[in-house]
């Protein structure tokens, strides 16, 4: 997390620097349609656990993680999901990083599910940890997951379909919000590969065939944490360190897919469907190795947690999706609680 006095002032240094000697956000970049390859999972119900922000190598994020392991032993997990920030201060350069070993795969690999993974701004790093100007950290990622099948992430952007039960749509939220201008004019808000990748995520969303329908981003569309709503982050001077570009995709997706699942704020949080966002449910699991403060804005909530490491768990049957969440306090103990729960007509 940048420091709040200085992050805008160098934002706005570099947005005059280096926005006036950028290219043209003009021409065309597709995004291809990658599908995930999942093992086989179960067809008539799906217990997915949903993690974010925990790349930290805390104690935090091993605590939360035995957790994890406590709870799938007892209700069972067949999937992962990570919303971003996979590695704090900042991403690996390199595939052959430690950093995969010890905060992935020695943490996460005793669990034996796959994660779909999806990169944060900590993973996108250019100049200062967690700025989200450098894409080149999330193709690090991708080419990761090529070297361990635990860790799903076969592009930026993808589908993962576990049958005909539901449908996970993860997506790149990082160059659309970051505090400085992208290395990469195409990837900044309004570029061509912002629009094409919303066109993806509404052409794919829209085209499944899937009972349940999932968006996976890291930055969250609502929430009442410290960097607030899509359009609003952080009341940040720069309109492109604002997330406008964040809600516009998202809204894609909006009243076609199910859930909207984010990270980025550290804290727990589940919305019914809001104005802007009519017949989707957002949630927020930001707290699998980051804790942040308390609620800064009011919008209702129909579960909230701050302060607390945790994260999310969904039970998923053709008829219902249930939302419950996992706080974890310091001596380990784990409280349950059902957040949501969604029933298809």
């Not at 007892?74 to 971003?84: A, I, M, P, S, Y």
């Not at 993973?123 to 090529?146: I, K, M, T």
């Not at 659309?176 to 629009?195: I, M, N, Q, S, T």
Request: with cysteine; charged share 15%; glycine share 14%.
């Amino acid at each position: 997390m940048l420091p709040t006095l200085w992050r805008g002032a160098l934002g706005l240094l570099l947005g005059v620097t280096l926005g006036a000697c950028a290219p043209a956000l003009t021409g065309t970049m597709p995004v291809p349609d990658v599908q995930a390859a999942l093992p086989a999972l179960p067809a008539d119900q799906l217990r997915v656990l949903v993690m974010g922000d925990q790349g930290t190598g805390t104690d935090v994020q091993w605590r939360v993680a035995a957790a994890m392991r406590q709870v799938c032993a007892r209700e069972g997990c067949d999937l992962g999901v990570g919303l971003g920030d996979n590695f704090y201060p900042a991403g690996p350069e390199d595939v052959n990083s430690p950093l995969f070993r010890e905060r992935f795969a020695d943490v996460y690999g005793p669990l034996g599910v796959p994660f779909l993974m999806v990169p944060g701004n900590h993973d996108e790093s250019w100049l200062v940890g967690g700025d989200g100007a450098d894409a080149r950290g999330a193709e690090v990622q991708v080419a990761y997951s090529r070297l361990n099948a635990q860790w799903v992430m076969p592009g930026r952007s993808y589908r993962a379909p576990v049958g005909a039960l539901a449908e996970f749509f993860a997506v790149d939220t990082a160059p659309l919000a970051a505090y400085l201008p992208g290395l990469r004019p195409a990837e900044r808000p309004g570029g061509a590969w912002d629009a094409a990748q919303r066109a993806w995520l509404a052409g794919a969303v829209r085209g499944s065939g899937a009972r349940w329908r999932l968006v996976l981003g890291h930055h969250p569309l609502f929430s009442n944490g410290r960097h607030g709503n899509a359009g609003e982050y952080d009341g940040l001077p720069l309109t492109f360190q604002r997330g406008g570009a964040v809600r516009d995709l998202y809204g894609a997706a909006c009243g076609v897919a199910d859930v909207i699942l984010s990270g980025h704020v550290h804290a727990l949080e589940v919305f019914a469907p809001q104005p802007g966002c009519a017949g989707t449910w957002t949630a927020v699991s930001g707290a699998a190795g980051e804790v942040g403060g308390g609620a800064v804005g009011t919008r209702p909530a129909a579960f909230a947690a701050y302060g607390q490491p945790g994260f999310l768990r969904l039970e998923i049957t053709p008829d219902v999706l249930t939302v419950w969440a996992y706080t974890v306090a310091e001596d380990g103990v784990v409280t349950a609680r059902e957040a949501a729960r969604l029933r298809r007509g």
